[in-house]
T-cell receptor, first 113, second 111 residues
């Protein structure tokens, strides 16, 4: 099976802009989680979607939002970008929330200038 | 919510020596503890995991131990090799819930 894919891989934006990142899970996986990775902070959970519904949400401001489509592909959006949003954004998929093993995509590296 | 702490943040060992990375968690309801390896510029990859009904699990040169009473778990890598150099993350979760990650340990194996 093809692995988790994310697009774009790299992105440069300026403060105040918005950005949309995309994640395609492994075929058959219906749960997609998003993480922000920054040096020294590790991976911080943003949200998880399953069957087009947000199941869990981390402690991020409302500028961070997401959605999931009927084919399980997911997008996350960040509005009004701030310098501190510069990070590697990773998504991970698993068959469903009760399956523990998740598989990560390669990430989208976002730089906010 | 759950809080996962990971130590040390950096670790250097000579090739052939052992490396140990420790994590503590706060929520006694957590029942699944995976370890991920992330090489530079690559995605995190699961290397080993343990569930709360097991005290130890081994897979060739890597092992994980879990102490539920003390709420800590450790990754042990024996006979380290240069290709073991990477950042290692521990995580904790309760079935059906989100994952909480440690802040990572940068392991360098010196040839």
């Amino acid at each position: 099976k093809a692995g988790v894919t994310q697009t774009p891989r790299y992105l440069i934006k300026t403060r105040g802009q918005q950005v949309t990142l995309s994640c395609s899970p492994i075929s058959g996986h219906r749960s997609v989680s998003w993480y922000q990775q920054t040096p020294g902070q590790g991976l911080q959970f943003l949200f998880e979607y399953f069957s087009e519904t947000q199941r869990n949400k981390g402690n991020f401001p409302g500028r961070f939002s997401g959605r999931q489509f009927s084919n399980s592909r997911s997008e996350m959006n960040v509005s009004t970008l701030e310098l501190g949003d510069s990070a590697l954004y990773l998504c991970a998929s698993r068959p469903g929330p009760s399956q523990e093993t998740q598989y990560f995509g390669p990430g989208t590296r976002l730089l906010v200038l | 919510g759950e809080n996962v702490e990971q130590h040390p943040s950096t670790l250097s060992v000579q090739e052939g020596d052992s490396a140990v990375i420790k994590c503590t968690y706060s929520d006694s309801a957590s029942n699944y503890f995976p370890w991920y390896k992330q090489e530079l510029g690559k995605r995190p990859q699961l290397i080993i995991d343990i569930r709360s009904n097991v005290g130890e699990k081994k897979d060739q040169r890597i092992a994980v131990t879990l102490n539920k009473t003390a709420k800590h778990f450790s990754l042990h890598i024996t006979e380290t090799q240069p290709e073991d150099s990477a950042v290692y993350f521990c995580a904790a979760s309760m079935t059906g819930n989100q994952f909480y990650f440690g802040t990572g340990t940068s392991l360098t194996v010196i040839p």
